[in-house]
C-alpha cells in the first residue's frame, strides 16, 4: 500500500495489489472506477508495434476532489487528476502515456497549459513543439526529469508525453482546464513522439521517432520551480488551490500570463 496523502494533501492511497486508488473520509463523491489505457490501445505510438506485454499500462482518475471542494474546484474551471502509469516495458520501451497536445483558447493565440506533481515514482516528462508550418516537423523537444514533490508546467504551445523509467509506480497528480479535450491525433499520426526511450543493457537510451521528417536534438531540462505560478517543490498542489482559488487561474486564462511562459521557457532551456 502506497500512502499518497503527504505528497498529495488528500487521503489517497495506491493498493498496488488491486491495483486501484483508494478514497479517504470525505471523497464519497469521486468516481472510483478509473479510465484504463491498454497496451492495444497503445500500439500506434510504440517504438515496436508488435510490443506486447502486460494489458494494463494507466489509469486515469479525474476530478478528484473532497466533496466539499467540488463546486468551488468546478466555478473556476478546472479539474484534479490523478494518474497512475506501471512500471516495466513493452519490449524494450519504457511504459509511457499516449501523449497529446492541447487546443487553442478561442481568441487567444495560445493553447492551454498544464501542471503535473509527481506524488511517487520517477518521471520522464517529454514536452515537444511542431513546427508551426509543417507537422512533421518538431521545432523543440525538451526532457525533464522529476522525482516526488517536483511541478513541471506544460506551458502553451507544447505537447508532451509522460514515460515511466523507474521500477516502481509513477503516480501523478495534475491540474488542469476543464472545458477542453485533449487533441491526440498528431501524435499518433507521427506513431509517437519525438523521442522513443528504450531500456538498454547500459541504462536509457532515446532513439529518434524517424517518422518526423526533422527531429532536434534532445534538450535536458532541469526542473523550474515557479512562485509566481504557485509552483513549489514539496507544496501539495491540491492544498495550494484551497489556500488560494485563484493560484491556477493561468490554467484557464493563459493570455494574461504570456510573459510568464516565455521566461520559464527561457530558464527552463537555459537560452
Not at 148 to 155: A, E, N, Q, R
Not at 236 to 265: C, G, H, M, Q, W
Request: proline residues 7%.
Amino acid at each position: 500500500m502506497i500512502d499518497l496523502s503527504k505528497q498529495s494533501g488528500l487521503p489517497v492511497k495506491w493498493d498496488s495489489d488491486e491495483k486501484r486508488l483508494l478514497f479517504g473520509e470525505g471523497m464519497e463523491n469521486v468516481n472510483d472506477q478509473p479510465a484504463i489505457r491498454r497496451w492495444q490501445d497503445m500500439i500506434d505510438v510504440l517504438y515496436n508495434p508488435d510490443a506486447s506485454g502486460q494489458d494494463e499500462l494507466y489509469y486515469m482518475y479525474r476530478g478528484v476532489s473532497y466533496g466539499k471542494d467540488e463546486a468551488l474546484i468546478e466555478r473556476k474551471g478546472l479539474r484534479y487528476d490523478i494518474t497512475v502509469i506501471c512500471p516495466g516495458t513493452l519490449d524494450r520501451e519504457y511504459i509511457k502515456t499516449a501523449g497529446h497536445y492541447h487546443p487553442e483558447k478561442p481568441g487567444t493565440g495560445l493553447t492551454y497549459p498544464e501542471v503535473y506533481e509527481v506524488l511517487h515514482g520517477r518521471a520522464h516528462y517529454l514536452l515537444q513543439r511542431l513546427h508551426p508550418e509543417e507537422a512533421d516537423r518538431l521545432e523543440t523537444v525538451l526532457l525533464i526529469a522529476a522525482k516526488p514533490g517536483d511541478k513541471v508546467l506544460i506551458p502553451p504551445g507544447f505537447g508532451h508525453i509522460t514515460i515511466n523509467p523507474g521500477t516502481e509506480y509513477l503516480i501523478m497528480s495534475n491540474w488542469v482546464a476543464r472545458d477542453f479535450s485533449s487533441v491526440y491525433e498528431p501524435i499518433r499520426q507521427m506513431a509517437g513522439g519525438g523521442y522513443f526511450e528504450l531500456q538498454t543493457e547500459e541504462g536509457p537510451e532515446f532513439v529518434v521517432n524517424k517518422h518526423y521528417r526533422s527531429v532536434p536534438p534532445l534538450q535536458r531540462c532541469p526542473v523550474i520551480q515557479v512562485p509566481q505560478l504557485n509552483l513549489i517543490t514539496g507544496l501539495p498542489l491540491y492544498r495550494v488551490f484551497i489556500d488560494n482559488n485563484s493560484a491556477f487561474d493561468f490554467l484557464t486564462s493563459p493570455e494574461e500570463y504570456k510573459e510568464l511562459f516565455e521566461n520559464y521557457l527561457k530558464e527552463l532551456t537555459g537560452a
